[in-house]
């Protein structure tokens, strides 16, 4: 046993800092290292971290520092359900930007009053920031989905065509007019300043209760995963990659193409407290459907399974795979996208086993192709090709591969999860979260990604 101080250094995701503790071999724990970091950077809740090691292994808080660790690679990792707690609030905030309960801001004392309106281009559902400076306009969207695409509409002084109640101003007056400076190299730049305020202070007041009330009515319901593509594809391979679960399958009948679907179940549990120390449960399943044969489809049989499916359930995202040489009609994918397009489903067209054989790239390049048909691509991040609120595309390898002698790590699993992720929003996103929240080794590889992510709206917005 050594009593000699040494330094480790961990990597805070939330802050994406490196920060140095001193710690004292066989005699500091885990525990004593997040509580010494959360003072660091004012963080009032170590409960809610924990330590990994090598972005892998979680080093439980009782856990003694050994001597033979002091060169291993330390991360101070969220723990997914306050993280969930966080990314609820998060869209939260979205909604209440755009939502009538959200009070008018502006930059001058204004009695309650109710106005009324004749003019409809503005929704009542959207709140009015007001100011003597700014021209009357909607501020712009933006594609960047670290941002939200809804804003509040920003006009002038003379808003008495507009409909609202004012009945709470509970910005303070200050919080705008430090930012009327004439400084201010252009009016978009104020506007953005302004916009930021209302976020930050509507953001504020969501009371934690709120966004746990929220989180139970996204999650207390089942909800389902689709996946379609040939057999011998990597389907099951694939998701369990991504849940990191072993779900037994189970058969759920036939459809009308008298193939037989099935489906793969489990249950997921969210718990909270409130204030009378009472805790409050909401439980879910989570339903993963697979559409096996469908190489022996016709494409309006395709349609008829995507209609019935959506119209009974409750889908957070499709997920179509091809591999290969694996069976792959052109025609049915056209379908399927076309499909979920008109029932506003979210598709991500994967590739699987894509260190099988050159024709990986062709198939990626002709999903590519399809999706182009129906969206631009708006950006394209780790090998993720990304078409707007249509659907993405990338490559993957769910498991080591192995030719030659040469073996092939897993690849783009990560990726793909997060671009889902990136792509949905509200209760689906919620929902896609809380299917991986057992999927720990990802939680801890993916959160400097999810709160560079976080961060970047928060920059935007200014809280």
Known sequence: MTSEECTIEVHVRRTCEFISIKVIPMVTTFGDIIKIICEKINEPEPSHYYIAMNNELEMENHLIVQPHLMNQKFEMIMRTKWLLEIIAEQQMGRQYVKSPSVPVVTNHEIPQETITTTDNSIPASVPIVTTHEIPQETTTTTTDDSIPTSVPAVTTHGISQETTTRTDVSVQTSIISEHNDSTLENVDEQKKVILGDVVRSTIRRIPRQDVQKYLHKALDKSFDILLMGSPRVGKSTLINAILK????????????????????????????????????????????????????????????????????????????????????????????????RQLDVFIALVVTNMYASDEADYILDTFRTLLTDHSIQTRNIDDVYYYGTVGLCAAVNSVEYVSHGKTMEPAGIDELMIGIM?????????????????????????????????NSMKRWFGY
């Not at 009308?256 to 489906?263: G, P």
């Not at 489990?266 to 879910?284: A, F, G, L, P």
């Not at 697979?290 to 119209?311: F, R």
């Open 245 to 340: 679960k072993s779900i037994a399958e189970t058969s759920a009948g036939r459809n009308a193409c008298t193939s037989t679907m099935t489906y793969y179940e489990y249950k997921e549990s969210y718990t909270s407290s409130t204030d009378d120390k009472s805790t409050i449960t909401s439980k879910c399943s989570i339903r993963i459907w697979d559409a096996p044969g469908i190489e022996n489809w016709t494409q309006l049989d395709i349609a008829k399974h995507l209609q019935s499916l959506v119209k009974e359930k409750n889908p957070i995202c499709l997920i179509y795979c091809a591999s290969p040489g694996s069976a792959f009609e052109v025609e049915h994918v056209k379908t399927v996208i076309e499909q979920c």
């Open 422 to 454: 990136n792509s949905l929003s509200e209760e689906k996103l919620l929902q896609w979260c809380f299917a991986l929240m057992d999927n720990g080794p990802f939680w801890i590889r993916a959160q400097s990604r999810i709160w560079k992510a976080l």
